[in-house]
């Protein structure tokens, strides 16, 4: 089972930036997928970014061209860099990570844009 533990969540005004952390427990070299979805108040989780085992990386529309995820294999992390903060990014955020043995996720970050 893989341990996820997220940080760098917190409240940022409009047009700001956030790197969120994602640590996993194991090395993630051997981890098909990892990635980020959100959760607003009301809404349903929603994929933002993920990166693959080969390196390719998928995006919502909602965050394209303003976030990069990365994975860093040697520390066992990925990160989320999000720019040109919104208030609708306003959300809970999740990291996951897929395995052959199914997906698990992170206890998740709060991320609050301010207007």
């Known amino acids: 089972q893989v341990q996820l533990v997220e940080s760098g969540g917190g409240l940022v005004q409009a047009g700001g930036s956030l790197r969120l952390s994602c640590a996993a427990s194991?090395?993630?070299?051997?981890?098909?997928?990892m990635g980020w979805y959100r959760q607003a108040p009301g809404k349903q989780r929603e994929l933002v970014a993920a990166?693959?085992?080969?390196?390719?990386?998928t995006y919502a529309d909602s965050v394209k061209g303003r976030s990069t995820i990365s994975r860093d294999n040697a520390k066992n992390t990925v990160y989320l860099e999000m720019n040109s903060l919104k208030p609708e990014d306003t959300a809970v955020y999740y990291c996951?990570?897929?395995?052959?043995?199914?997906?698990?996720w992170g206890q998740g970050t709060q991320v609050t844009v301010s207007s």
């Open positions: 990166v693959h085992s080969g390196g390719t990386t």
């Open positions: 996951y990570a897929e395995k052959l043995t199914g997906t698990y």
């Open positions: 194991e090395i993630i070299f051997r981890i098909s997928t």
